[in-house]
């Protein structure tokens, strides 16, 4: 299958499956390989995508988002709307009605409790979540009764799908999590590795890092799923031998987020015993800056938390960083034509794309002029520029493990060097970099470097929340055990006030207008250097039925309506 047909056409073509037929737990084990992979199973205490993923399989949101980026209702009746009633006339609040007879994996019943239980383990003042923008704005939750649940907001809020929407949002069983609040939430580690939850896999054991077994709930909703009695869920390696293990092994039945260059895949699905699907959603390959100073010489308290930084602070310096990077070359060598060139944060849905001129040009020349004029001289011929008050402009670019990021680093370690920009590259096993530990040094959110590469993505078609994680006050800190999505620490007022403004705001037209300004002011004001907009891209074996790519949720959002089929 060509590339370009991969990515028109896969997610229609899944569509197309046949709906299962089996009794619940009748087509045996599916064998799932993530090679990030999984830390925890606590969505809220890591903002690794592997962790978000692995736990939907047992826990839910009420709300989540289908393939086509349509809310849809999980463990509701419907979506609340203001049409239905479920949403006030002055969008002060949201009304969520649960769907009767939803029972836990345990057998105890899913309430309304369960809920605001989420909320105030999210945000209690003494914890870090990873996922508290979701509650951005919220002043209550109320429980009128065990199936009604009012979230209230300080002021009007036109979309109020954030908090318990997606996978990113799911609800945390009261009962099991009660003594897990605030500072004890890390430690609960029976908890955090084996959640009860309302979805369709239970969890049989979790070794972190390693692998993950679950069985079929017992207490599922829909009596005749899940068609698999068993999940095996491997975590490691790279993306390579997952992409084979599919493709060309038959091994396993599901490789997620295989980061290879398009040649790589072609070769693999030669293999015959599985096929590539791909879409593009909001995921975008960026350099991150970090706004704070990340010096090994500073305490604990203030490492990466302290402003500014020494020189990226400087529109100057990250400004040509970005010009001397050649953005068709990465898209050409690391995907082809599963990506775009792109300098938007946020480029899907398209009417939130800011225009950023220049983007698509390296300028190596106009790089070296602008540092020159900013007084950044490479006064002892070393090729090295110095900073005005003398200090080299040495840098530690790190990222997490993987091919095509390595060739990236590579690249632009290059182009940085033919500017007068000293890079010292450092690549992280990603289980660990993107694994949320507070009490490791190389995960992402501590962000011990002054740049790294990575990318993320969101839940949905509206980045409201997305965009409130460069807020000021979302900057991962000891205080919030180094949790926060402003990985950069990216904090501007201006910035903060037109995300208010974005949050007040019900027309369509304007909050695309917002949203523009917002990703061109993220990458202006030095928050990031986008890179690639990415197609996400996977693989599933001929035999897995019921596969339908979903870039706006977690890729095992349908995992309940998996089946064994014919190859």
């Known amino acids: ?227 698999f009695a068993n999940v095996t869920f491997k975590g490691g390696g790279d993306a390579t031998a997952a992409g084979r293990a599919v493709m060309e092994t038959g091994e396993f039945d599901y490789a997620w987020n295989l980061q290879l260059a398009p040649d790589v895949i072609a070769r693999m699905e030669e293999g015959g015993k599985g096929v590539a699907v791909a879409g593009f959603g909001p995921l975008v390959e960026r350099i991150m800056l970090n706004n704070t100073n990340p010096d090994p010489a500073l305490g604990p308290d203030e490492r990466s938390v302290i402003r500014p930084h020494p020189f990226l602070s400087d529109p100057a310096v990250y400004k040509a960083m970005s010009m001397a990077i050649d953005r068709p070359l990465l898209v050409e060598i690391g995907y082809g034509k599963a990506g775009k060139v792109t300098c938007n944060w946020v480029p899907a849905p398209a009417i939130y794309a800011a225009d950023i001129e220049g983007c698509d040009m390296q300028d190596i020349e106009g790089a070296k002029a602008m540092l020159e004029a900013a007084g950044y001289k490479d006064s002892n011929g070393d090729g090295v520029r110095e900073t005005p008050d003398g200090k080299p402009m040495k840098i530690l670019y790190q990222t997490s493990t993987n091919a095509v990021r390595q060739d990236f680093q590579a690249l632009i370690k290059q182009w940085w060097s033919e500017i007068g920009i000293e890079s010292e590259l450092r690549n992280v096993n990603s289980s660990v970099f993107f694994g949320g530990d507070p009490g490791s040094p190389d995960t992402f959110q501590k962000f011990y470097a002054d740049v790294e590469m990575y990318a993320n993505t969101f839940n949905g078609t509206d980045p409201q929340s997305y965009f409130g994680n460069g807020l000021c006050d979302k900057a991962p800190t000891p205080a919030s055990q180094w949790q926060g999505e402003n990985i950069s620490r990216f904090c501007d007022e201006e910035y903060d006030a037109l995300h208010e403004e974005l949050t007040k705001t019900a027309d369509a037209a304007k909050r695309a207008e917002i949203g523009q300004q917002l990703n061109a002011m993220v990458f202006e004001k030095g928050g990031m250097i986008p890179l690639v907009h990415r197609g996400r891209l996977s693989a599933h074996s001929n035999t897995l039925g019921g596969v339908i790519l979903n870039v706006w949720d977690t890729e095992l959002w349908n995992a309940a309506d998996w089946y064994r089929k014919d190859g």
């Open 1 to 227: 299958m060509k590339m370009k047909a991969l990515l028109l056409g896969a997610i229609a073509s899944a569509a197309l499956a046949p709906a299962a037929m089996a009794e619940r737990g009748s087509d045996g084990t599916v064998n799932i390989i993530y090679w990030q992979a999984p830390s925890i199973l606590n969505p809220f205490l890591s903002g690794g995508t592997k962790d978000v993923e692995s736990s939907s399989l047992v826990i839910e949101p009420l709300a989540r988002y289908n393939e086509k980026g349509e809310l849809v209702p999980w463990l509701v009746d419907a979506v609340p709307t203001v049409e239905n009633g479920g949403v006030s006339e002055d969008l002060t609040s949201i009304t969520w009605k649960i769907t009767p007879g939803l029972k836990w994996s345990d057998g105890s019943a899913f309430t309304s409790a369960d809920v605001k239980f989420t909320y105030e383990y999210c945000t209690h003042p003494e914890g870090g979540c990873a996922q508290v923008t979701k509650f951005e704005g919220v002043t209550s939750v109320e429980t009128p009764d065990d199936l009604t649940v009012k979230v209230t907001f300080e002021k009007p809020t036109p979309f109020p799908y954030g908090p318990f929407v997606g996978g990113e949002s799911p609800i945390l069983q009261a009962a099991q999590f009660a003594d897990c609040m605030g500072a004890k939430a890390p430690e609960c580690t029976e908890q955090n590795f084996n959640p009860i939850g309302t979805g369709p896999f239970v969890v049989d054991e979790f070794r972190p890092n390693d692998v993950i077994t679950l069985s079929a709930n017992p207490n599922y909703r829909d009596p005749g799923k899940p068609a």
